[in-house]
Each structure stands twice: as structure tokens, then as C-alpha cells.
């Protein structure tokens, strides 16, 4: 097996750890994950014009965002706290049915925040979801992946197709 190939999330026995990151580097760390919501024409729309009645989506999806990006280790068992030096998130209309989301989250520390990012964004679309449902459940959310990461040992990652 290739080294980069191991599981370094198991122990000798098989189990779960968290990853001993004590003798790796700090370095800046960024990743950016990207996710989306497609709707029908008519939420996108009230969306864009602010008029949903449980108020401005986009402003409400953002917030949760960074808070689900800061809450990361909370939520995802194996992930180490981290403090984040910056989080922005970006909302683009794609046609008549699709608001995409794009997370960037940045530290400098010893492990990476790829989750914190992929976090971000899916708390992002889950949330346009909750305050949109009412208009319409057949909302699809996804796909969510990462598109970028940059700093540590493994070096740089750039998604080939987005």
C-alpha cells in the first residue's frame, strides 16, 4: 500500500483516533469547498429579492455558515479544534434554478480545514433549505465537494473539474 493511500484516521488495533498532529509544521492553511441548491424558478427568485418570509435567506444561510465552520469539531468526531483566521462565503445565481455556494476557510496551524470548509458549505445549502421548504421541498442540495486546498505536508490540491 502506498503510503499516502493509509488510513491514518485507525490505530494499530483498527479503531478510530484522532491524528497526532503535534510534530507536523504550522503553516497557512486555505480550502475551499463549493456546494448548491437547485429550486424551482419561483424560490430562486424571492430568494434574489429578498422576499421570503421568514427573511433574507442568503444573509441567515451565511451566518450558519461560519458557524457551522467554527463548529466543525464538534460535529465531526475525528476533527481537531482549530482557530480559524478567516471564513468568506460566496453566493452565485446559475441559471433560473441554482444558487451555488463557494467556502473559504483559512489558519495557520498543523492540520488542514478541509472540513471546516465542506462544513461551511453544507450548513450553507441545509439552511437555504430550512428557510425555504415551505415554498418548495423538492429542493435538491449537492453535489457539495472540495475545490481546493492549499498549505501542509501533503502539499496543494486543485479539484480538475468543478
Known amino acids: 500500500m502506498n503510503p499516502k493511500d493509509e488510513l491514518t484516521h485507525f490505530n494499530q488495533q483498527q479503531r478510530a483516533r484522532m491524528v497526532d498532529v503535534s510534530e507536523k509544521a504550522v503553516t497557512a492553511r486555505t480550502a475551499v469547498a463549493r456546494s448548491q441548491v437547485t429550486m424551482n424558478r419561483e424560490t430562486l427568485r424571492r430568494i434574489r429579492e429578498g422576499s421570503v418570509s421568514k427573511g433574507d435567506v442568503l444573509a441567515v444561510a451565511q451566518v450558519a455558515g461560519v458557524m457551522a465552520a467554527k463548529k466543525t469539531a464538534e460535529i465531526i468526531p475525528m476533527c481537531h479544534p482549530l482557530p480559524l483566521t478567516g471564513i468568506d462565503i460566496q453566493f452565485s445565481f446559475e441559471g433560473e434554478e441554482t444558487l451555488a455556494v463557494e467556502a473559504t476557510v483559512k489558519t495557520t496551524g498543523q492540520t488542514g480545514v478541509e472540513m471546516e470548509a465542506l462544513t461551511c458549505a ?14 418548495d421541498k423538492a429542493m435538491v442540495l449537492g453535489p457539495t465537494y472540495l475545490v481546493s486546498k492549499t498549505g501542509g505536508k501533503s502539499g496543494d490540491y486543485y479539484r480538475d473539474h468543478q
Not at 122 to 135: E, G, H, I, N, R
Request: aromatic share 8%; charged share 15%.
Open 122 to 135: 453544507s450548513a450553507v445549502v441545509l439552511t437555504v433549505y430550512d428557510m425555504c421548504k415551505a415554498m
